[in-house]
Nanobody, 123 residues
Framework: QVQLAESGGGSVQAGGSLRLSCSAS????????VGWLRQVPGKEREGVAA????????YYTDSVKGRFTISLDHAKNTVYLQMNHLKPEDTAMYYC????????????????RGQGTLVTVAS
């Protein structure tokens, strides 16, 4: 089993930055893909970014390309999501998730294993 713990959320003004962290424990060697998903109340959960753990290849949804960067620190079993130039529409609960290699391409296959961290961007 894998356990994930997210941190780093908060409130910022539009144009600001935040860095989210996702620390993994347990059977981390079984993880092929780690991703970030976000959800706004009343809307479907949306894939934001993912990283393939074997070679650190990264994937992004179009709305965050050029603004968000996902990275993986193997030594710390931690995935980061650096979010720059934040917009009010980025406001959501952000969840860390894991899955098979294919889930880096199909975010709906990622399995959320943490409690989430709230990001609020004020206009």
């Amino acid at each position: 089993q894998v356990q994930l713990a997210e941190s780093g959320g908060g409130s910022v003004q539009a144009g600001g930055s935040l860095r989210l962290s996702c620390s993994a424990s347990g059977d981390t060697g079984s993880i092929d893909c780690v991703g970030w998903l976000r959800q706004v109340p009343g809307k479907e959960r949306e894939g934001v970014a993912a990283v393939y753990t074997t070679n650190n290849t990264t994937y992004y949804t179009d709305s965050v390309k050029g603004r968000f960067t996902i990275s993986l620190d193997h030594a710390k079993n931690t995935v980061y999501l650096q979010m720059n130039h934040l917009k009010p529409e980025d406001t959501a609960m952000y969840y860390c998730a894991t899955g098979s290699a294919w889930s880096c391409f199909e975010y709906s296959l990622l399995e959320v294993r943490g409690q989430g961290t709230l990001v609020t961007v004020a206009s």
